[in-house]
């Protein structure tokens, strides 16, 4: 059993920041990317930043210079860090995980989401 479990969510004002977490437990062997998505009301899911295991990072360019994705490999735990917010961030965002488990199976993994409100 594998879970991935994110944190850090809540309502912000315009311009505002904050941390979102997301930490994986469970039968792992090796984690390969993780990263976040997002899905507005009404809209798809997006990517909006990712990162491999050597750190080579990748971000939407409506979140650039604004968002930064970390890791730390320690604790199994990625990191976004969301500076100057917007109300278009507003969305439920998603942590995912390329992870290999104990069974050497290689699979794709999903948080539950936590909610980011910014308010104008």
């Known amino acids: 059993q594998v879970q991935l479990v994110e944190s850090g969510g809540g309502l912000v004002q315009a311009g505002g920041s904050l941390r979102l977490s997301c930490a994986a437990s469970?039968?792992?062997?090796?984690?390969?990317?993780m990263g976040w998505y997002r899905q507005a009301p009404g809209k798809q899911l997006e990517l909006v930043a990712a990162?491999?295991?050597?750190?080579?990072?990748n971000y939407a360019d409506s979140v650039k210079d604004r968002f930064t994705i970390f890791r730390d490999n320690a604790k199994n735990t990625v990191y976004l860090k969301m500076n100057r917010l917007k109300p278009e961030d507003t969305a439920d965002y998603y942590c995912?995980?390329?992870?290999?488990?104990?069974?050497?199976?290689?699979?794709?993994?999903w948080g539950k989401g936590t909610l980011v409100t910014v308010s104008s």
């Open positions: 995912n995980s390329y992870m290999e488990t104990r069974d050497y199976v290689y699979m794709n993994y």
């Open positions: 469970g039968s792992i062997l090796s984690i390969n990317a």
């Open positions: 990162i491999t295991n050597v750190v080579r990072t």
